[in-house]
């Protein structure tokens, strides 16, 4: 929660954090006449130009404490891995006072999304809260909307954390078509709807969980005459990988749910922001569970596009799910470009590990947007190869396409190739595998506690804005 105060004469007991980088920054602490022991303290903090924190208790009446936060660091992203070791510590309640209008965003940033908990399930909450002392009426403007996105970031962790049993593709799609959006319009389909169109991969992902699948396709449509790009993201609300059943990491399963997420609330942060394109985005909603009606290895499935698909692997879902859905909006929609956006493997993680997404591409452009976000931003991408070469090893000696491909071990690669064979119209293609950024399996970093991060809602929402 964020609460912007505008006189320092609210203030009554709070936990106050000042960033400071000069002497001449403390007179924003004038109010608080502090003894000349801590300010020589602070002065001390200056001159050893190391970044550093230090917290005072003051017991009066405006703060019980005070945290100083030094740091000379520009370079925004090591700002903020600074940042974040010193705000993990603070308590649940602060109140900011920043030193100048340069660093207002980053500190709020700092303050929501390092400290996140989720909380949903715990009979006894933190409720982490933010208070900021902003009078400039332009600075609440944009703190305001800065918040708004820091919230739909929160919403794609959320969605992620939130298990099976409580979110299936029929509760996430009533999510969707519940929003109140102002200029995106929803369509769902049912499971009915998806087997009267002929998605016979969706269909067979789906099929063997009482939870039937969904699709979702979300449009906001600026101006006919403007570019269009397709999004594609898929929600796989369990992964126990059907016939071929996973034989570890089962408990981790729910996380295959979050790339759908990410992408809702993309949507709903670009909803109301002014845009140079339309975006058409798809949501593949499915659970993959193991029964009866499971499809089978060596199942050959006929795609939305028509293309036949011989099932060498059902752990192997995502990409079936998403086929269908990348055919079906090619089909039905004038694009331009197409995105996929998922984790197909987990192998990124041994060539990017847990700070950088992969981009693959045969849109450098559009990619080049991306890479250049990189350079000063917090979420980061970096580039795999992906050419013709890897689309033509997806090919079947038995029918179109294999679902797996083995043999040529660039795993994220290889998924990206397998979606490209369902690009109908020649459209320009793009595909990200976020897996362990979107789920940071190994120690907080900056803004990303441990676990789910919504990566992905603030720099693909950045860059569509850019286009």
């Not at 920043?98 to 909380?119: G, H, M, Q, W």
């Not at 993959?288 to 692997?313: A, F, L």
């Amino acid at each position: 929660m964020l609460k912007i105060i505008e006189k320092t004469t609210s203030l009554k007991s709070e936990h106050l954090i000042f960033f400071i980088q000069k002497k001449k920054d403390l007179e924003k602490l004038s109010f608080l006449k502090l003894d000349t022991k801590i300010t020589k303290k602070i002065h001390k903090l200056i001159a050893d130009k190391k970044s550093s924190s230090q917290t005072f208790f003051l017991w009066n009446t405006k703060a019980e404490s005070l945290t100083i936060v030094f740091s000379l660091e520009n370079h925004n992203r090591k700002l903020i891995e600074f940042l974040s070791q010193s705000f993990s510590a603070l308590p649940s309640e602060i109140t900011i006072i920043p030193n100048s209008e340069k660093n207002i965003l980053t500190l709020l940033d700092v303050s929501v999304l390092a400290r996140y908990k989720f909380e949903k399930y715990k009979t006894k909450k933190k409720n982490i809260k933010t208070k900021m002392v902003i009078s400039d009426k332009k600075l609440k403007s944009e703190i305001k909307s800065r918040y708004k996105t820091l919230e739909n970031i929160i919403l794609a962790r959320e969605l992620w954390e939130t298990p099976a049993c409580d979110l299936t593709p029929e509760a996430f799609a009533n999510i969707v078509k519940q929003t109140k959006f102002k200029n995106t319009k929803i369509k769902v389909f049912s499971d009915k709807d998806i087997i009267k169109k002929k998605m016979w991969l969706i269909h067979a992902v789906g099929k063997g969980s009482i939870n039937k699948p969904r699709m979702v396709v979300l449009e906001r449509i600026v101006d006919k005459k403007l570019p269009t790009i397709g999004i594609v993201w898929k929600w796989i609300v369990f992964d126990t990988g059907w016939l071929d059943i996973k034989t570890k990491m089962m408990y981790e399963m729910k996380d295959d749910m979050c790339w759908a997420g990410t992408l809702f609330a993309t949507m709903k942060e670009l909803d109301d922001k002014k845009l140079g394109v339309n975006i058409v985005a798809c949501l593949c909603l499915a659970e993959n569970s193991v029964s009866g009606e499971s499809y089978r290895p060596s199942d050959i499935i006929t795609s939305y596009s028509g293309q036949t698909v011989n099932i060498v692997n059902t752990d192997a879902e995502g990409r079936l799910v998403m086929a269908d859905g990348i055919s079906y909006i090619s089909k039905n929609y004038k694009l331009d470009k197409i995105m996929t956006i998922a984790t197909l493997t987990w192998v990124a993680l041994f060539a990017m590990g847990y700070r950088y997404a992969a981009i693959m591409w045969n849109d450098k452009k559009f990619m080049n947007k991306f890479l250049s976000y990189s350079e000063q931003n917090f979420e980061m991408y970096n580039r795999l190869p992906f050419d013709e070469y890897y689309v033509e090893k997806t090919k079947s000696s038995i029918a179109d396409i294999d679902n797996l491909t083995s043999g040529i071990y660039a795993g994220s690669t290889m998924w990206g190739a397998f979606l490209y064979n369902f690009v109908m119209n020649g459209e320009k293609y793009t595909h990200l595998d976020i897996a362990w950024v979107a789920n940071n399996g190994y120690e907080p970093y900056g803004l990303y506690p441990k676990g789910t991060t919504g990566f992905g809602v603030d720099s693909i929402s950045s860059i569509l804005q850019s286009i």
